[in-house]
């Protein structure tokens, strides 16, 4: 059987990769079996070009990438529910807290119940999945971890996001959780992230524009507690 | 024809026939369903690779269409997801080799994949015979 020049490999290696296959160890082997199925066209008298082309029409974007959320999901069933339960809670949650405002402004009854809910839900699950996700992402794409950065992440959204919801319920702590939330933000999260920013090159702009919109609205915050005070 | 195919349909669900329309020709093939497929690419896999002992991906789809004259059709996109789940739950190991820019990835039985195996074709047998015996029943008995 006739074998398939290297230029033409990647001929078919780049074809795969346009249609958002990024999961590496099944893109190798599909990679070898579209040539394969090129080189058994070209045994029947096809020339490359003919045979590329006739292979290439049953390799469609919506197929390469249901077949790869297929064989993720086969392999590592738990972290794929984790992360679709991730998305809908990150839609759900600032839902209610935005309703939850509006009903409190409007002094409508059920207010509290609104917030609590998008708050509590926010910062005790939404939070520790997001975390777990990232972590697990960045070891996938053997990565070093920073942990600290995560960590003081986590415990400095949680307790800001309870510190906001004792505040609401008027239950005892609430300020020590919104200042202890505002010092470790201050103090190391943001420190890390920048750390963070400097060190990963491809997501610089997206970090970047996180950590302007965190600035933004600390200050925001600070401000506020000052103008109480 | 008409009604054989009809029938079958209300009978057989799982059966389908593919027409193809070539020269004015109307051709019946019989297919094996997908869900069909599904339930038993498993089984396929762990028998053909217990087997010839090492096998890459299209290498198995091609000894499945030489076993069946071409009736059965594995498509890459129903078996990769299950080699890799098979290699996930630790019946099936591999080996990765390199040809020019290409990794060719070869696979093979692990001792509980020969288990699962044996398993498998077992239940599948006894699987067949009760399905046979629902639908198309002995009428000697």
């Known amino acids: 059987m006739e074998e398939l020049n290297n230029k033409q490999v990647e001929l078919i290696s780049r074809e795969i990769d346009k249609r958002g296959l990024t999961y590496t160890l099944l893109k190798n082997e599909l990679l070898d079996h579209f040539c394969c199925e090129v080189e058994n066209q070209m045994e029947f008298g096809l020339n490359f070009k003919k045979a590329f082309q006739r292979i290439l029409k049953s390799i469609t974007r919506e197929r390469i990438i249901e077949i790869q959320e297929e064989t993720l999901l086969l392999i590592n069933k738990k972290y794929r529910i984790m992360k679709k339960l991730m998305y809908v809670l990150g839609i759900i949650a ?63 959204g949680i307790a800001f996001l309870l510190g906001s919801l004792f505040k609401i319920l008027h239950w005892p702590g609430a300020g020590i959780m919104a200042y202890g939330s505002l010092f470790i933000m201050v103090l190391l999260f943001i420190p890390q992230f920048i750390y963070h920013i400097i060190k990963d090159k491809e997501n610089r702009d997206n970090n970047f524009l996180f950590l302007i919109a965190l600035l933004v609205f600390l200050s925001i915050i600070i401000l506020l507690f000052f103008l109480k005070g | 024809m008409n009604s054989l195919i009809l029938d079958m349909s209300l009978i057989y669900n799982f ?6 329309i070539y020269k004015n020709i109307i051709y019946v093939c019989l ?85 699962i195996m044996k398993e498998k074709l077992e239940e599948f047998f006894e699987y067949v015979s009760l399905i046979t015996n629902i639908l198309d029943p002995d009428p000697a008995y």
């Open chain 2, 15 to 20: 059966i389908i026939y593919k027409f193809v």
């Open chain 2, 31 to 115: 297919m094996v369903s997908k869900d069909l497929l599904k339930g038993t690419l498993k089984t396929i896999v762990l028998k053909l690779l217990s087997e010839e002992g090492k096998m890459y991906g299209y290498e198995i789809t091609m000894k499945v269409e030489k076993i069946t004259n071409g009736k059965l059709h594995l498509t890459w996109g129903a078996l990769y997801p299950t080699l890799h789940k098979l290699e996930a739950d630790g019946h099936i190991c591999s080996e990765e080799v390199h040809i020019g820019k290409r990794v060719r990835k070869y696979y093979s039985l692990t001792p509980s994949g020969i288990e």
């Open chain 1, 94 to 156: 600032p839902l209610l807290i935005i309703t939850g405002t509006f009903w409190k402004v409007s002094h409508w009854p059920g207010a509290a119940i609104l917030l609590t809910l998008g708050l509590a839900s926010l910062a005790l699950f939404f939070i520790p999945v997001f975390i777990t996700v990232k972590i697990r992402d960045t070891r996938k794409k053997e990565l070093k971890v920073n942990y600290p950065l995560y960590i003081s992440g986590a415990i400095a």
